[in-house]
């Protein structure tokens, strides 16, 4: 059973528009939401991430939005570019820990 | 610092057959622990540690043993390998375990199981 659900599963973007990915939770012991950029044949990489008392969180391009009633936050890339090509996970964790509970992805590619 | 590094980064195992998969970070990180990427299911928490001598079990981890000796080194054990388990293996280490820490991911370890 899938704890944090993603959506979509890929996603094309035109250059400069805008990249939008969605996550969903059940667990509402979860109070740390981070997101991971990975690029092909690396390791995740911490993008930007949220606790659940914020609604939004941006940095430069891009903006974490959270709505802790709907259980649900989602990742907006603001003039997306061909280097932001890239799978994006969302995650959870819970109780203070460290213990990463991911989505299961989504494979965005930007085209020119 | 070279972070967190990984070794090998290719492997092919037969069934039934052992190996060690190696982790090392070199930023005195407390925490370190061991995910699996497969297609479609995200990255799964295997097993983790909080510090030297201190090791747990994350969401899979049957199949594989930890143990941590040292600050710096955190191998994953494959005891009796499956095709189940071809997958890429992931090590990961943070400061502490605060949910706030960054977590640093190494370059990972293609592994496959014939």
């Known amino acids: 059973q899938q704890q944090v659900k993603q959506s979509p599963q890929s996603l094309i973007v035109q250059k400069g528009g805008i990249s939008i990915i969605n996550c969903a939770y059940e667990?509402?012991?979860?109070?740390?939401f981070p997101w991971y950029q990975q690029f092909p044949g690396k390791g995740p990489a911490l993008l930007i991430a949220i606790r659940p008392d914020v609604s939004e969180k941006k940095e430069g391009r891009f903006t974490i939005s959270f709505n802790k009633s709907a259980k649900q936050f989602s990742l907006h890339i603001m003039d997306s570019q061909p280097g932001d090509s890239a799978t994006y996970f969302c995650?959870?964790?819970?109780?203070?820990?460290?213990?990463?509970?991911f989505g299961t992805g989504t494979q965005l590619k930007v085209e020119l | 610092n070279a972070g967190v590094t990984q070794t090998p980064k290719f492997q092919v195992l037969k069934t039934g057959q052992s190996m060690t998969l190696q982790c090392a970070q070199d930023?005195?990180?407390?925490?370190m622990s061991w995910y699996r990427q497969d297609p479609g299911m995200g990255l799964r928490l295997i097993h983790y540690s909080v510090g030297a001598g201190i090791t747990d079990q994350g969401e899979v981890p049957n199949g594989y043993n930890v143990s941590r000796s040292t600050t710096e080194d955190f191998p994953l054990r494959l005891l009796s390998a499956a095709p189940s388990q071809t997958s890429v293996y992931f090590c990961?280490?943070?400061?502490?375990?605060?949910?706030?820490?960054?977590?640093?991911f190494g370059p990972g370890t293609r592994l496959t199981v014939l």
């Open positions: 667990n509402t012991a979860f109070d740390y």
């Open positions: 930023m005195n990180h407390e925490y």
């Open positions: 990961a280490s943070s400061p502490t375990y605060t949910s706030t820490d960054t977590q640093y």
């Open positions: 995650a959870a964790l819970q109780g203070g820990g460290n213990k990463l509970t």
